[in-house]
């Protein structure tokens, strides 16, 4: 299986189960890894026969920042959704970190796997 991955995308979010967390926005980091079969992309050199790693970016960036929840492990769950769906992934990974949210931690959050059978009917 080959992998097309993203790291370190950076999202503005309201996230948080505070009251306050509400009222604002606060950076989420994202890591994803998506199944595709690159080989059609390898002998075409074209990006049409491959998994746009740019599109799927600019849909988790636009989703995460119209959206809102309380917790890290909802967003992940929603945003590997949503690429499983909209991108004809067959499986997912993705590593979703709130920076800063517990004093003398870098940051903390959630890694789940997903395959498209997962969200079949």
């Not at 989703?63 to 067959?90: G, K, T, W, Y």
Request: glycine share 4%; no cysteine; aromatic share 8%.
């Amino acid at each position: 299986m080959d992998r097309i991955f993203l790291r370190d995308l950076r999202v503005e979010a309201v996230i948080g189960i505070w009251e306050w967390e509400q009222r604002i926005r606060q950076t989420v980091r994202i890591d994803l890894e998506m199944a595709t079969d690159a080989r059609a992309a390898a002998a075409t050199d074209s990006v049409e026969s491959t998994l746009n790693y740019r599109d799927v970016a600019k849909r988790v960036q636009n989703f995460v920042a119209n959206s809102r929840f309380h917790l890290v492990e909802s967003l992940a769950e929603s945003v590997a959704h949503l690429i499983v769906d909209e991108f004809n992934v067959s499986w997912i990974r993705v590593s979703l970190a709130k920076p800063g949210a517990i004093r003398g931690a870098r940051e903390v959050g959630i890694v789940i796997e997903r395959n498209a059978g997962d969200y079949a009917g």
